[in-house]
């Protein structure tokens, strides 16, 4: 994909902090967990970006996330208890609604007169989608247009399966690992998965979307286990999009299958990979018991190899991007560092990428 003819007020690597690029997008919405994790009165508590953050549900059904610090000692609130309405800090018994605001102080006598109504804890944006909760760690006004859309299902599923592992690598090489169609045919190289060992020729059509990019739809390969179960022949759509979102979308006829992954960032050089495959066929449900092991295992060959491979960026932090097959990988950051420079500038988001096709091995 080439540079869009919109003009650009600055592309100068200079003008962009360059630490900007080797941490996460402040103004974006970041899966924290699946939706069931706050059910029954549960908290969650989930570090996003170096911030502790608590997740709940109130007793009228809406999610909350607050910063998982009472302002008094700085005690973790998911520490304490939640009946649904109001939060307790087990140190000295602080209540906080899920809108943040202090609501009692029982340690103060009733002679004195502190007023505790202006005390709050920082509350973030969140909504639910596709089965899980998302936050955005922006604490300024945002402007809807001008974020990433929160994934979203077009089907009804008739079952799902959720697995989350913590990887330590930052989050842009966890994200690079979602574009990167290279590493496939040596990280994955099981007898489910990839049952063919030879090398093949690849060429796929690239195209942009708000915020990202999209191989496609495309007929795939049967020889796949994974692939035969559906029948027939499957089209496949994967769509990236920022700020760490990857959406595989495959049907056959009237079957759906979508296998998602997300990478959120937990901090410096930790990231939550978590990845969900729904599907619409009721009769897939029995395989539940087989596939989870097998989602285990191949979410776990991308978190060995990403955590060997951060020790040698942390030893040289260069990247050698090289060919067809390195090009989403420059997308990548071509994509991140024009929602950075845009947000800065006060312009809409211009996606600086254009349709392209896309040779290499795998």
């Given at each position: 994909?080439s540079?869009?003819?919109a003009?650009?007020a600055?592309?100068?690597d200079?003008v ?8 996460p997008?402040?103004?974006a ?6 939706a069931?994790a706050v ?8 570090a996003?970006?170096g911030?502790?953050?608590?997740l709940?549900?109130?007793k009228?059904?809406?999610?909350f996330a607050l910063?998982?610090r009472c302002p ?6 998911s ?5 649904g309405?109001?939060?307790?800090c ?7 609604g899920?809108?943040g605001r202090c609501r ?12 505790f109504s202006r005390?709050a804890?920082q509350?973030?944006?969140?909504v ?7 936050v ?6 945002a ?5 990433p859309a929160?994934p ?6 008739a079952?799902?399966l959720?697995?989350e592992?913590?990887?330590e690598?930052?989050?842009?090489l966890t994200?690079l690992?979602?574009v990167d169609?290279?590493?496939v045919?040596f990280?994955?190289?099981?007898w489910?998965?990839?049952p063919?060992?030879e ?8 195209q ?5 990019f999209?191989?496609t739809?495309?007929?795939t390969?049967?020889s ?6 559906l ?5 496949v759509?994967i ?5 760490g979102v ?6 056959a006829?009237?079957k759906h299958?979508?296998?998602?992954t997300?990478?959120t960032?937990?901090?410096?050089n930790?990231?939550?990979?978590t990845n969900?495959?729904y599907w ?6 029995l395989?539940k018991?087989?596939?989870r092991?097998?989602?285990?295992q191949f979410l776990?060959?991308?978190?060995q ?10 030893r040289k ?8 097959g ?8 071509r994509l991140?560092?024009?929602a950075l420079e845009?947000?800065?500038e006060?312009?809409p988001f211009?996606n600086p990428l ?7 091995r795998?």
């Amino acid at each position: 994909m080439s540079s869009s003819a919109a003009p650009r007020a600055s592309t100068a690597d200079d003008v962009l902090d360059p630490r900007a690029m080797r941490e996460p997008l402040p103004n974006a919405w970041y899966c924290v967990g699946p939706a069931s994790a706050v059910a029954g009165g549960k908290m969650r508590a989930m570090a996003l970006n170096g911030e502790q953050v608590v997740l709940g549900r109130g007793k009228d059904g809406v999610p909350f996330a607050l910063r998982d610090r009472c302002p008094h000692r700085g005690m973790a609130l998911s520490k304490g208890k939640f009946d649904g309405d109001t939060l307790m800090c087990p140190f000295h018994g602080w209540r906080f609604g899920t809108d943040g605001r202090c609501r009692d102080v029982p340690t103060l006598s009733e002679h004195d007169a502190s007023d505790f109504s202006r005390i709050a804890v920082q509350r973030f944006p969140i909504v639910e989608s596709a089965g899980f909760l998302w936050v955005n760690p922006h604490l300024g006004p945002a402007d809807p247009e001008a974020v990433p859309a929160v994934p979203a299902l077009d089907f009804e599923p008739a079952g799902s399966l959720v697995l989350e592992l913590e990887v330590e690598a930052s989050f842009d090489l966890t994200t690079l690992s979602l574009v990167d169609p290279g590493h496939v045919a040596f990280v994955h190289d099981t007898w489910w998965f990839r049952p063919s060992k030879e090398l093949r020729e690849k060429v796929k059509t690239f195209q942009p979307v708000p915020h990202g990019f999209v191989m496609t739809s495309h007929a795939t390969t049967t020889s796949s286990p994974v692939y035969r179960l559906l029948g027939g022949a499957p089209e496949v759509e994967i769509e990236f999009r920022l700020p760490g979102v990857r959406l595989e979308r495959i049907r056959a006829g009237a079957k759906h299958v979508a296998n998602y992954t997300f990478a959120t960032p937990m901090g410096p050089n930790r990231t939550m990979l978590t990845n969900a495959l729904y599907w619409s066929m009721p009769a897939l449900n029995l395989l539940k018991p087989v596939a989870r092991p097998l989602m285990r295992q191949f979410l776990t060959q991308d978190q060995q190899v990403l955590q060997h491979a951060q020790a040698g960026l942390d030893r040289k932090p260069t990247l050698v991007l090289l060919g067809q097959g390195d090009l989403p990988s420059q997308w990548y950051f071509r994509l991140k560092r024009e929602a950075l420079e845009a947000a800065r500038e006060g312009r809409p988001f211009a996606n600086p990428l254009t349709r392209q096709e896309l040779r290499w091995r795998s």
